[in-house]
C-alpha cells in the first residue's frame, strides 16, 4: 500500500528541508505525506528473536537502501494476515513512512499453523530492535528513532496479535489495526488490559473476520480510549494490495477502501502515536462522526 507541525506531547516531526511539501500543505492524509519512502529488508534480531522483516522508512528519496530522513521518527510494528506476505501490504506501510513513521512488518508466523502468541513477541521484538537501532553505531537507523514513540499495528490475524503484543509490552503509545481477528490467546480477553488508545477499523462487509464477531467483541472488551471505525461497503481482503484465494469482496473498490484505510492509519497515528493535536477533530470530532464512508464509534 503507496505509503506534522508542533507535536503537543513529546515529539517534533522534521519537514524535510528540501522541496515545499510541508506536512501542513497536504490537505488529505490519505494522500503521500512529506518524505519519500525508504524500505529495506533484512533480519531483525532481539529480545530472544530473530525473523527477517520488511521495513519502510522516511528516506531522502523513494526506494530500497535509500539513506533515512533527518530527523528521528516513531517505529511501528505491523502483523501481516493468515498466510498472506507483507508485500501485500506495501502500499500502506510505504504511505505511513511518507508522514514520518518507520514501520517493521515480521515475516514469521507465515505458514498454515501460525503461533499467535509469538507473532505477538514478534512484533515486541520488532519494536525492541527499533529501540536499540537508534544507539548503534553505524546501523541505519542510528539517531532516526523517538524511542519512546512506539505503535503496533496489523491485518487480520496480525491485528489480532498487535492487540496481544500490546497487552505484554508497557512502552507501547498506541494500537491501530485493520479488520482485527480474534486469536488463540484471546485477542478480545488481552484487550480488556490494554489501556492505551486502541483504533480498530473494520470493513461493513467483512466475510472472513465478520465485524460482529472479531473487531466488535475486541472493541466492546477494551476500556477507552477506543474507536471501532467501520468502512462503509468494506470487505476483509479489501485491505491488501491484491486478493488471494478465498477471499472475500465489498461493494466499494480496493482503491477506495485502501485510501480510507490509509487516512484512518494516519490520522489515527499523527495524533495518538506522533502527539500532533491538529489531528484531534479529524479522529475524535465532528469531522470523524460525520464522515460519510465510515461510521464511527468511540470513547475517549
Not at 507535536?7 to 497536504?26: D, F, M, R, W, Y
Not at 499453523?113 to 546501523?139: E, K, M, Y
Not at 505484554?168 to 492505551?196: G, Y
Request: with cysteine.
Amino acid at each position: 500500500m503507496a505509503v506534522a507541525v508542533a507535536a503537543a506531547l513529546t515529539l517534533v516531526l522534521p519537514v524535510p528541508a528540501a522541496g515545499p511539501a510541508a506536512a501542513a500543505s497536504v490537505a488529505d492524509p490519505s494522500a503521500p505525506g512529506p518524505y519519500a519512502a525508504g524500505y529495506v529488508d533484512t533480519t531483525v534480531s532481539a529480545a530472544g528473536r530473530s525473523f527477517s522483516a520488511r521495513i519502510t522508512y522516511p528516506a531522502t528519496a523513494a526506494g530500497n537502501g535509500q539513506p533515512v530522513a533527518a530527523g528521528r521518527f516513531p517505529a511501528i510494528a505491523f502483523g501481516h494476515g493468515f498466510l498472506q506476505g507483507v508485500s501485500k501490504y506495501a502500499s500502506t506501510l510505504s504511505h505511513l513512512s511518507t508522514w514520518g513513521f518507520i514501520v517493521i512488518a515480521p515475516t514469521s508466523q507465515g505458514g498454515f499453523a501460525p503461533d499467535h502468541s509469538a507473532f505477538a513477541d514478534d512484533l515486541n521484538a520488532a519494536l525492541t530492535w527499533a529501540v536499540t537501532q537508534d544507539t548503534t553505531a553505524g546501523a541505519r537507523f542510528a539517531g532516526h528513532v523517538s524511542v519512546d514513540r512506539l505503535g503496533l499495528s496489523g491485518h487480520s490475524m496480525g491485528g489480532g496479535a498487535s492487540i496481544l503484543a500490546a497487552a505484554r509490552n508497557p512502552k507501547v503509545v498506541t494500537v491501530a489495526n485493520l479488520a482485527a481477528a480474534e486469536t488463540n490467546p484471546s485477542a478480545k480477553a488481552a484487550a480488556a488490559t490494554v489501556t492505551v488508545p486502541v483504533q480498530l477499523i473494520a470493513g461493513e462487509r467483512d466475510g472472513i473476520a465478520p465485524v460482529a464477531d472479531h473487531q466488535r467483541p475486541i472493541y466492546l472488551a477494551k476500556p477507552p480510549a477506543k474507536q471501532l471505525r467501520t468502512i462503509k461497503g468494506g470487505s476483509h481482503c479489501g485491505f491488501m494490495d491484491s486478493g488471494s484465494l478465498f477471499c472475500d469482496s465489498g461493494t466499494i473498490s480496493r482503491t477506495t477502501q485502501l485510501q480510507l484505510a490509509r487516512r484512518l492509519l494516519t490520522e489515527w497515528f499523527l495524533r495518538h502515536l506522533a502527539g500532533d493535536t491538529s489531528y484531534d477533530d479529524a479522529v475524535w470530532g465532528t469531522s470523524a462522526r460525520n464522515d460519510p464512508q465510515v461510521t464511527f464509534e468511540g470513547e475517549r
